[in-house]
């Protein structure tokens, strides 16, 4: 099995900033795009950040400028950067790759368990 464990979420005030972490455990051969989610209260589920295994990003046009993806490939985790952090930046974040295991040629979707963000006005 394999499993995403985020961190990093919490309380913060308008203008601040947090730094999410999410690492990947298991049998594990690669990974290939990892990604950032978002769902706020009464809303969808909606993209934030994606990275690619190559290093190449994707941002949605609300967070660009102030959210930064990386990723550690030695270490299976992925880490968001959010500086300058608005209300509007609250809800719960998950964490999402694209995960090759042993005896298979196909990638599998795994979700973290999302960690909570809170921006306080």
């Known amino acids: 099995q394999v499993q995403l464990v985020e961190s990093g979420g919490g309380l913060v005030q308008a203008g601040g900033s947090l730094r999410l972490s999410c690492a990947a455990s298991?049998?594990?051969?690669?990974?290939?795009?990892m990604a950032w989610y978002r769902q706020a209260p009464g809303k969808q589920r909606e993209l934030v950040a994606a990275?690619?295994?190559?290093?190449?990003?994707n941002y949605e046009d609300s967070v660009k400028g102030r959210f930064t993806i990386s990723r550690d490939n030695a270490k299976n985790t992925v880490y968001l950067q959010m500086n300058i952090l608005e209300p509007e930046d609250t809800a719960v974040y998950y964490c999402?790759?694209?995960?090759?295991?042993?005896?298979?040629?196909?990638?599998?979707?795994?979700w973290g368990q999302g960690t909570l963000v809170t921006v306080l006005s």
């Open positions: 999402n790759a694209e995960v090759l295991r042993p005896g298979t040629d196909l990638f599998l979707e795994v």
């Open positions: 990275i690619t295994s190559g290093h190449h990003t």
């Open positions: 298991g049998s594990i051969i690669s990974i290939s795009a």
